[in-house]
């Protein structure tokens, strides 16, 4: 019985012993004169015994699981004889593996009597392994159930318990959260500062050109090494910036319409629609972007007299990008507008407001809060994007304001530093973590920002 089947078996133990538990309850309260001498609905004493027969035995058996590999490998490992010890982590991965093979059958068993001791000790290790821990987590969910089910009284607060256990798991999950976040935070702060203890954090925030090629060689030709980050997040800030330009009026004049003057029909229809956006993969927008957008750009500025405009240029890049993000902003600012009480649209109009002077002066401020989540969320959408800047825009990275010039992006350049054989602690490669710093305390600071015009301009009714 493999771990799978076991946990369907703990499963259905779980649903036997809540049927148990409802109906003990039920008998109890029948003895009892009715339901009102329960302190608990019969579901909760139900709910009670099926978790005392999951929580229990899945945490030995996650436990055992995480565990037995390992201890099964120490006893093997250390069966072996000297000359076929080995010696580094990566030959005792490389043997370990080869005797899981040779147990699963996938691999025939070597010559040597000590390979096939170890194969034969590994198999017998890892039988006797699943029978123990079927075993105990069998008896010791039959056991933990029999006991909550045979505990179960009237007096017992069933729900309390229940309560208080959701709570515990609802605070569990937000505690991961949390510390998921700051765990990636501390992780990227320390590697970003053994990155600026080779290169200045003046030269990397305030340095006009970037070049991350490390000489490995004293006699090494056409590497630089220059880590200026303000090409990247010039071209960052100006494609992210094309893209709003094209995303916040369409999406949002989109989302007015849809939900203040479309007809219930055609919203069904070009709601959809619009939404189909979101599920195009961006490999697919930056196809688009470089076989069509870019030499369209090309062509129609060099129609009116622009000379030596780049077929990969930051607005061919941001007009695709704008399209692309045009349904997070439509489809957020619909739900929000749409939330909006009708009460207060009635008594706009009850005083003589057109819908227009309606939409302007009343439902748009009781919804700014919601619509400045949804531009914010299409932002870091926009400067989060590496697949249409690597396919359309190209790895150069200049320093420019001109949008019909090829420019790159954050995003991008991290992609491509973590890419190749270049030592982990080479500035090289940490300078990805250093732009994902910067990264970060820029979406940070963008999130400040939209809270003060939030509440700046925020309209609050009761």
Not at 223 to 251: D, E, R
Not at 300 to 325: C, E, H, K, N, Y
């Amino acid at each position: 019985m493999n771990t799978l089947q076991l946990t369907v078996l703990l499963a259905g133990l779980a649903v036997l012993f809540f049927w148990l538990g409802r109906w003990r309850a039920r008998q109890l309260a029948r003895v009892q004169g009715g339901f009102k001498h329960l302190h608990s609905r019969p579901d909760y004493y139900g709910l009670v015994a099926a978790l005392w027969v999951g929580l229990p035995s899945l945490l030995v058996l996650v436990i055992w699981w995480m565990l037995e590999d390992r201890v099964i490998a120490q006893i093997v490992l250390a069966a072996l004889p000297e000359a076929m010890a080995p010696a580094s982590a990566a030959q005792q991965e490389l043997v370990l593996t080869r005797l899981r093979l040779i147990n699963s059958g996938a691999l025939l068993v070597p010559d040597g009597v000590h390979w096939q001791q170890a194969t034969e000790q590994f198999r017998v290790l890892t039988e006797r392994s699943q029978y123990g821990r079927q075993a105990l987590v069998l008896a010791l969910a039959v056991i933990a159930g029999a006991l909550s089910w045979w505990r179960i009284r009237p007096a017992q607060a069933a729900r309390t318990q229940i309560e208080r256990l959701l709570h515990g798991f609802i605070l569990l999950c937000t505690s991961l959260a949390v510390l998921t976040t700051a765990v990636i935070v501390l992780s990227v702060l320390f590697e970003s500062l053994t990155f600026f203890q080779a290169v200045s954090p003046w030269t990397f925030l305030f340095g006009t050109q970037w070049s991350p090629q490390m000489a490995i060689r004293v006699e090494q030709i056409g590497a630089s090494g220059a880590f200026g980050a303000v090409p990247l997040f010039v071209g960052t800030l100006m494609v992210a910036g094309i893209a709003l330009v094209v995303a916040i009026p369409v999406g949002l004049m989109s989302a007015i319409y849809l939900s203040e003057y479309a007809r219930p029909g055609v919203r069904d229809v070009l709601k959809p629609l619009l939404e189909v956006l979101a599920g195009i993969p961006t490999v697919v927008y930056g196809f688009f972007a470089a076989l069509t957008m870019g030499p369209l750009v090309r062509d129609l500025f060099a129609g009116i007299g622009f000379d030596g405009v780049s077929p990969q240029s930051a607005l061919a890049v941001g007009l695709v990008m704008g399209v692309m993000i045009i349904p997070v902003i439509s489809s957020l600012s619909d739900d929000v507008i749409r939330a909006v009480p009708l009460s207060l649209r009635d008594a706009s109009e009850g005083l003589g407001a057109t819908r227009g002077e309606t939409i302007r002066h009343v439902v748009l401020p009781a919804a700014l809060p919601g619509i400045m989540g949804g531009i914010l969320l299409a932002t870091s959408r926009a400067i989060g994007e590496t697949m249409i800047v690597l396919m359309a825009a190209g790895l150069a990275a200049h320093l420019t304001l001109n949008p019909l010039e090829a420019v790159t992006t954050v995003t991008v350049q991290i992609a491509t530093l973590l890419i190749g054989d270049q030592a982990f602690d080479s500035p090289k490669t940490l300078a990805a973590f250093a732009l994902g710093l910067l990264l970060f305390v820029t979406t940070l600071v963008l999130n400040l920002i939209a809270l003060i015009i939030v509440r700046r301009y925020r309209e609050q009714y009761d």
